[in-house]
């Protein structure tokens, strides 16, 4: 009876191991703000706002948003670019925006501008379009060693989530065809939404709630069971970068939320990719209603998680 226990103790262990990459320490954390929390809220709310509806049906928007952030890219160093394809007889574009040589290899950075419906969008996928953009401007203060591509995509929500049409699945295939090597794909979906109330966290299974804090706070590395050494890396580097507690978990692509954005075209491609995400609709009750709305944010936080992003990016282009 004792040898099962014991068994059973490390069978939990290992789980614990796998699923959330802990660290046994921890460097103190970087308390210096690089982001200006003003300026992410203003991108959101030209987005939600000014430039909504950013649906598939609106395509007049969505060049609106794709010229938005070109601008917005133009004013930092970047090389900035457009990838135009067509989808049913319609023109779409994703922005990309390039910066350091040309290396062999490359860490990739994305977030998606459309939105499912004629809705405000606020955190899906505004915020993760505002930190695509402070990124830009910290990565165009210093150039970094490799080739860092920023991509803002289009088409991630129905009726194109899971089929070619999705602007992620058109930069991911380009780069497969080119033999270019992705040492790390991040997308950045849904950054922006935290809160200090108990049980403000869910989960898709019962039993990560042994795991994982029950109150909404964090920001969350999510990859495949194959990606556990880049979510290692990338939070260590996401919780040295700020106070913003960190939590990875890497799990089968079937649990249900694991492959819900951008990254899923990049593991299709054979790269290794995760998603930073304030884990959407487990925590967030606007997500895909009209009350997605800019208020709702939490734009310091936020801040830090885009911090904690280009950290992570600095350590992993070494």
């Not at 004792?2 to 191991?17: A, E, K, R, T, Y």
């Not at 160093?77 to 925006?97: D, L």
């Not at 990560?208 to 194959?226: C, D, E, H, Q």
Request: cysteine-free; hydrophobic content about 40%; charged content about 20%.
């Amino acid at each position: 009876m004792l040898l099962v226990v014991l068994i059973f103790i490390l069978l939990l262990i290992g789980l614990w191991f796998w699923l959330t990459q802990p660290l046994l320490a921890r460097a103190t954390p970087n308390s210096q703000r690089t982001i200006d929390p003003a300026r992410l809220e203003a991108h959101v709310r030209k987005l939600s706002v000014e430039l909504a509806p950013r649906d598939e049906s609106h395509i007049e928007n969505l060049d609106r948003v794709a010229e938005y952030i070109k601008n917005e890219f133009s004013q930092t160093t970047a090389s900035v670019s457009e990838q135009p394809y067509r989808v049913s007889g319609k023109s779409y574009r994703n922005v990309i925006a390039q910066f350091g040589p040309d290396s062999a290899e490359r860490i990739v950075i994305g977030a998606h501008y459309d939105t499912a419906g004629p809705l405000p969008g606020a955190d899906d996928n505004a915020s993760g379009v505002a930190g695509l953009i402070e990124l830009a401007r910290l990565l165009g203060r210093q150039q970094p060693p490799m080739r860092v591509e920023l991509v803002a995509f289009t088409l991630e929500e129905p009726p194109y989530f899971r089929t070619t049409g999705m602007g992620s699945s058109v930069h991911a295939e380009s780069l497969r065809k080119q033999n270019i090597r992705v040492r790390a794909m991040f997308s950045l979906e849904m950054i922006g939404y935290f809160s200090d109330a108990p049980n403000s966290q869910q989960f898709p299974a019962g039993i990560l709630r042994a795991f994982y804090p029950s109150t909404g706070n964090y920001i969350g590395v999510v990859g495949r069971l194959s990606d556990w050494s880049l979510a290692r890396h990338t939070k260590a580097a996401m919780r040295n970068a700020s106070p913003l507690p960190v939590y990875s978990i890497n799990t089968p692509s079937f649990v249900p939320g694991v492959d819900f954005s951008d990254q899923l075209n990049y593991w299709h491609a054979g790269y290794g990719a995760l998603m930073i995400t304030d884990t959407a609709f487990y925590r967030n009750g606007n997500y895909h209603t009209a009350h997605d709305t800019a208020e709702k944010l939490d734009y310091k936080r936020m801040a830090m998680v885009v911090e904690g992003v280009y950290a992570a990016v600095v350590e992993l282009s070494r």
